[in-house]
């Protein structure tokens, strides 16, 4: 399981390629891997958005992060967790989420992916704020899923 | 006691501050440490808070040494 923060942007595709080449040890256990990639979008709310920077709570955030990938792994039977997280400036297309988990079984993986997307949006302390025009203000609430 | 206290996103706007330190035995919660840190504020509608880390609610006690967050709603992801 690995869980990292970053201030910059990264590539979710190359992170991930990276992450499996560097476990040989789940090449011909996992059948399944799921993956959700965040990304940003240039509108919210019917408005037009420039710019984002998503503040966070450094040490709560990797703290609640890993809480959530080892909830997924009691839950369902898995091999892997890997969660990559954005946070600082933001532009639109930029991704800001990673989740990927592997396992035996779609069935297992499927679930788990969209249990730790879910939790993540609602426990992990990230604040978005959101550029306009000339005007920036905090995002109240997550859109719905 | 000492208790360290951090404000984030639009409440720390709203606050006026990052982070504070409060020396002084006449906190017993965390609604004590609102009222305290932020010279009696009305509380935030849907304001979340964290002591240690973990979420909380204004009545949970805190104890020398806690760090205790207020912030709103998340909107990561």
Known sequence: MSVELRGEPFDPWQALQTHQNAKPELAGKFGATSIFVGTMRDFNDGNDVQAMTLEHYPAMTQKHLEAIANEAGQRWDLLDTLIIHRYGDIRPNDPIVLLAVWSAHRSESFPACRYLIEELKTRAPFWKQETTGANSHWVEHNTPG | ?77
């Open chain 2, 1 to 77: 006691m000492s208790i360290t206290v951090k404000f984030f996103a639009s409440l720390r706007e709203t606050i006026g501050k990052a982070d504070v330190t409060l020396d002084t035995d006449n906190i017993a919660t965390a609604a004590d440490v609102w009222k305290i840190a932020t010279h009696h504020h009305d509380r935030i509608n849907n304001m979340l808070i964290a002591i240690n880390m973990e979420y909380a609610s204004l009545d949970e006690t805190v104890k020398d040494g806690d760090e205790v967050a207020f912030f709103p709603p998340v909107t990561g992801g």
